[in-house]
């Protein structure tokens, strides 16, 4: 953590990971905050998200007024900045306040950034078209983002050119985030309105949900529907609370990522969407943070058997790295080492009884 520690004014933010994310990502230090259960990391992270929260449409960077940063600062690729190329940081902001909040009794932290927290929630609001949360690089006034895809899964898509979705797009994950990202400003905000709205975010799942893969989609965009079995279905029970989908299509999310399974947790994606595409960052990899967000969420709808697998992880971080590649039988670590929510994920195992009891 030491070598990761940035000071910034009065107070302290960490880097992603070393060598090659030596800068904030919002993503990654609210998630760490909540997964290592450490309500001063999640609290700095929050303040410095509110002090450059986005104000106006910037076509270069992607910022919109409202929209949390992606990575600060931002570097740039195909000729514009990543600053602000996400689409689910707005909503960790969000959720992070709402645990901060139900960690500590704290109210304080919430009403200093309450406009902050309005302003995210409008931006939330702007991304709806009907129930649905859609992403497209025109909010901002640009034709493109730098980065190609803008949730975590940030390298490509499957089954698109250059592995880019055409605009618009719905990210299932997202919208199920998103929709998460409002209910917590509805408590905090004690707002009916926004109840409403999520619950309207909520009744649009049914149409994000594939029957024939027994998963949420991986993408719809203009060119149709991406289907496939990823990670992103299990990892969406970390915001989906029992009775947001039924019973059934639980059962089938657990039965389909059965072709996830590895031993060391959940791949990213299924052996035959990871054949159609190019980059392995994203698609024949096992993430450390990953695994403890599925098993925050098959802890709360009480699936023993993905608490088993995504547990796995547990043996195999000796140091803390970012990944895990898989070729074949062959395992090896990749990408940085240390990783901030690898080390995050490592404390989560070790006092997950603790931190899901908040979630």
């Excluded at 698109?160 to 990210?171: A, L, N, Q, S, T």
């Excluded at 940085?336 to 080390?343: N, S, V």
Aim: proline residues 5%; hydrophobic residues 35%; aromatic residues 10%.
């Amino acid at each position: 953590m030491e070598r990761l520690r940035i000071k910034y004014k009065d107070f302290v933010l960490y880097k992603a990971g070393l060598p090659n994310f030596p800068r904030n990502f919002a993503r990654d230090g609210i998630l760490s905050g909540i997964l290592a259960g450490d309500p001063e990391l999640l609290r700095d992270q929050l303040v410095f998200c509110s002090e450059i929260q986005g104000r106006k449409r910037n076509p270069y960077t992607g910022e919109e007024p409202g929209k949390i940063f992606h990575e600060y600062p931002g570097v740039e690729l195909r000729g514009l900045s990543t600053q602000f190329n996400t689409c689910d940081s707005t909503a960790l902001y969000l959720l992070g306040f709402e645990f901060h909040e139900s960690t500590t009794g704290d109210k304080r932290l919430a009403i200093r950034y309450k406009e902050n927290i309005k302003r995210a929630v409008d931006y939330i609001l702007s991304h709806l078209n009907g129930d649905v949360f859609i992403e497209s690089p025109e909010f901002s006034g640009a034709e493109r983002f730098a980065l190609k895809v803008t949730y975590w899964k940030d390298s490509e898509i499957p089954d698109r050119k250059d592995g880019e979705p055409d605009y618009p797009v719905i990210y299932p994950l997202v919208h199920i985030q998103n929709m998460r990202g409002l209910k917590s400003a509805a408590r905090i905000l004690g707002s009916k309105s926004l109840e409403k709205t999520s619950e309207s975010m909520r009744k649009a799942l049914q149409t994000l949900y594939d029957e024939e893969t027994g998963a949420f989609y991986i993408a719809i965009d203009k060119q149709g529907h991406i289907r496939g079995v990823s990670s992103d279905s299990l990892h969406a029970l970390f915001y989906l609370e029992p009775g947001d989908i039924s019973e059934e299509m639980v059962r089938k999310i657990v039965e389909s990522s059965s072709k996830l399974e590895t031993p060391l947790g959940y791949r990213t994606m299924s052996h035959e969407v990871a054949e159609r595409t190019k980059n392995p960052y994203h698609t024949r990899t096992v993430w450390p943070f990953e695994q403890a967000i599925i098993n925050i969420g098959a802890k709360k709808f009480g699936l023993k058997q993905v608490e088993e697998v995504s547990s796995r992880i547990r043996e195999w971080l000796d140091t803390d790295p970012e990944i895990f590649i898989l070729n074949g039988e062959d395992v090896k670590k990749g990408g940085c080492d240390p990783q901030l929510w690898t080390i995050a994920a490592k404390r989560y195992f070790q006092s997950s009884k603790q931190i899901q009891s908040h979630i």
